[in-house]
């Protein structure tokens, strides 16, 4: 595997459900994100971590749950969704440190629909 | 803060014909830009990226962009598209570390 790897890549859920999305990057990367797309609307940051850490968190709703157990593993936690929480859901890691600019490599993406 | 404007959610060009994809910006100090493509059911590649070394980029797939401070403009551009082309386009600007800010994207149709 290379790259940002996403699954499952679609998920369908009822709203009393749990369920979690996996990333797993192979770049050897020290930062990874979770992003929300939205129909019609910008990409939307969720979280952010660094070096493990969260550094970021935008003023998520808590049925969204991240979990960083290792620079090279980033997961999404979900359970009491609701339908306007259908979207596709990226990740994204880069390398923080060697300057302040460093482009985010993407992930395919979870096509999520909650029913 | 930063933020881009794209100015076209759609443009449809035929294949062969140059493409045209406008991009405006907004910093308090001279920014980072990038352009990211998404093909249908992919995640988001980078085509190139502005960094203040040089203001004409060139990226992949033989798009280029031109960054003008005058003008707060970094449109995308490529001599001739491709059927390959066809996919959404999202400006972007960095807001520091680890905060990217996306336009709204533009959807390019090529057509034959």
């Known amino acids: 595997e290379t790259g940002v790897t996403q699954t499952p890549r679609h998920l369908v859920m009822g709203m009393t459900n749990k369920k979690s999305l996996k990333c797993e990057q192979h770049?050897?990367?020290?930062?990874m994100y979770w992003y929300k797309q939205s129909a019609k609307k910008p990409l939307e940051l969720m979280f952010v971590?660094?070096?493990?850490?969260?550094?970021e968190n935008n003023s998520v709703p808590s049925r969204f749950s991240p979990e960083c157990p290792n620079s090279s593993h980033l997961f999404l936690h979900l359970h009491t969704l609701q339908p306007e929480d259908s979207a596709l859901y990226l990740c994204?890691?880069?390398?923080?440190?060697?300057?302040?600019?460093?482009?985010?490599?993407f992930g395919p993406g979870t096509r999520l629909t909650v029913l | 803060a930063q933020s881009v404007t794209q100015l076209d959610s759609h443009v449809s060009v035929s294949e062969g014909t140059p493409v045209l994809l406008r991009c405006n910006y907004s910093?308090?100090?001279?920014?980072?830009l990038f352009w990211y493509v998404q093909h249908p059911n992919k995640g988001l590649q980078l085509l190139l990226k502005?960094?203040?070394?040089?203001?004409l980029v060139k990226g992949i797939n033989g798009f280029e962009a031109e960054f003008k401070k005058s003008e707060t403009s970094f449109h995308l551009t490529k001599p001739s598209a491709h059927m390959s082309d066809a996919a959404e386009y999202f400006c972007?600007?960095?807001?520091?570390?680890?905060?990217?800010?996306f336009g709204q994207g533009t959807r390019l149709t090529i057509n034959p």
């Open positions: 994204a890691s880069s390398q923080e440190g060697l300057s302040l600019y460093n482009e985010q490599f």
């Open positions: 770049l050897g990367h020290n930062a």
């Open positions: 971590y660094s070096l493990e850490e969260r550094v």
């Open positions: 910093s308090s100090y001279s920014p980072s």
């Open positions: 502005y960094t203040s070394a040089a203001t």
């Open positions: 972007v600007v960095s807001q520091g570390a680890q905060k990217l800010v």
